[in-house]
């Protein structure tokens, strides 16, 4: 284990099941759609690339990059769109994966951001939820896993951009905040 963990909260195998579930699901509900598979950089990049390959559908992927955090372990409320999605999403139904959902602001600002762009369709699939936390109005479409209000990394999840190669989800030690 890494020395700045205090526990492990999800193992690698904890997560490979979590994900087969929410890939099953999304596997069902897109049956015969034509969607766009639309991450959050950079958090989303381990789930998102475990996801897509157990989803045995025909579909395009694509990324944006958004930014409301500073560097710490508080949402500022604030979201910019650092990098846009590639391609038109008029009239496509359109799945975001997101690592985790706190505050709910990052989701409900991409939500309306491409509803205003025409998508004709926009779910969310979060790898973990912290439910507690949340201040904006929005549905969760699929979530993997409900947690506390503890601040986690791991598998894409970083604190101050380090630990996001962990391959288990872990929550740190309090003097790494300090
Ligand atoms: P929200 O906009 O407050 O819902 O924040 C969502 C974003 O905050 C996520 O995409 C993460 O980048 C970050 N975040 C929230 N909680 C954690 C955590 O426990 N560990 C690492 N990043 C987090
Ligand atoms: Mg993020």
Do not use: W
Request: with cysteine.
């Amino acid at each position: 284990m890494h020395k700045d963990i205090e526990s492990v909260l999800f193992s690698e195998k904890e997560i490979e099941n979590i994900v087969n579930i929410l890939a099953n699901q999304i596997e069902k509900d897109y049956n015969n759609k034509d969607f766009i598979m639309v991450g959050l950089l950079k958090g989303s990049v381990a789930f998102m690339s475990d996801l897509m390959k157990k989803i045995n559908l025909d579909f395009s992927i694509d990324f944006m990059v958004v930014s409301s955090y500073g560097g710490g372990t508080q949402s500022t409320g604030r979201v910019n769109v650092l990098k846009d999605i590639s391609q038109s999403v008029e009239g496509k139904e359109i799945l975001i994966v997101e690592d985790i959902i706190d505050s709910g602001n990052t989701l409900n600002f991409i939500k309306k951001y491409l509803t205003v762009k025409g998508a004709k369709s926009i779910k969310l699939c979060t790898l973990f939820d912290k439910p507690d936390r949340r201040t904006a109005d929005i549905t969760v479409d699929y979530v993997g896993m409900k947690i506390p209000d503890v601040f986690i990394v791991g598998y894409g999840l970083d604190y101050d951009e380090k630990y996001r190669n962990l391959p288990y989800v872990g929550v740190l030690k309090p003097s790494v905040y300090s």
